[in-house]
């Protein structure tokens, strides 16, 4: 099984809204990524979870904040986020270790809509 | 210059056609190489991951890695309308610490009936 899920499909928010996307993958593997990406661009890195720990943050704004409740669950809470913010969110998960950590699996992602 | 440079296309191919898509790179720190298939408003799917360089077929699909030119190249043999998609290649190092890939900006193929 090499799935990765997203919820929701969509999500619809004003900019006080707070709301929270799920990703779940059931593969074992330790790694977990968001990414962001804009219409007719690739995807661009936003967090890396590595064994549920806060690796990598690529200077994403704090309306941004990433949590991975254990191994197989990785949330991005969402808060008073921008116009601009609208996008594909994605999430991805790998191996961590090995030559298969670049091994990437995406979920379908989680269209954002900020009014 | 980016690390990986993909021509955006769109590739416009004929039901049947052989399709080349190629990517170059500059990181020589790369050593795994990835295409992914998009479709619209979807996720990229993984197709191949390859190391270093050689070829790597599955089914329909070959990819080449010649990391003595920094190219790496997705063939799609008797394509269909259903690999209509845009293709992203992908590069990553071995340890950098970033455990992040690269990508190049993705080619659009449209493969017409």
């Known amino acids: 099984d090499t799935e990765v899920t997203q919820t929701p499909k969509h999500l619809v928010m004003g900019m006080t809204n707070k709301k929270s996307l799920k990703c779940e993958q059931h593969m074992g593997h330790r790694a977990m990524y968001w990414y962001k990406q804009k219409a007719k661009k690739p995807p661009e890195l936003m967090f890396v979870y590595s064994y549920e720990k806060l690796s990598i943050n690529e200077s994403v704004p704090s309306r941004f904040s990433p949590e991975c409740p254990n191994s197989s669950l990785l949330n991005l809470h969402l808060h008073a986020l921008q116009p601009e913010d609208s996008a594909l969110y994605l999430c991805a998960s790998s191996q961590d270790g090995g030559r298969r950590y670049n091994e990437q699996f995406f979920g379908p992602g989680t269209r954002l809509t900020v009014l | 210059q980016k690390e990986v440079e993909q021509d955006p296309g769109p590739l416009s191919v004929p039901e049947g056609a052989i399709v080349s898509l190629n990517c170059t790179y500059s990181n020589s720190a790369f050593q795994y190489f990835m295409w992914y298939r998009q479709y619209s408003r979807k996720g990229p799917e993984l197709l191949m991951y390859?190391?270093?360089?050689g070829n790597k077929e599955d089914g329909r699909f070959t990819a080449q890695v010649d990391k003595s030119s920094k190219y790496i190249s997705l063939f799609i043999r008797d394509s269909q309308p259903s690999d209509s998609a845009t293709y992203l290649c992908a590069s990553g190092a071995m340890d950098t610490g970033r455990r992040a890939l690269t990508f190049g900006s993705g080619t659009r193929l449209q493969v017409q009936p």
């Open positions: 390859t190391y270093s360089s």
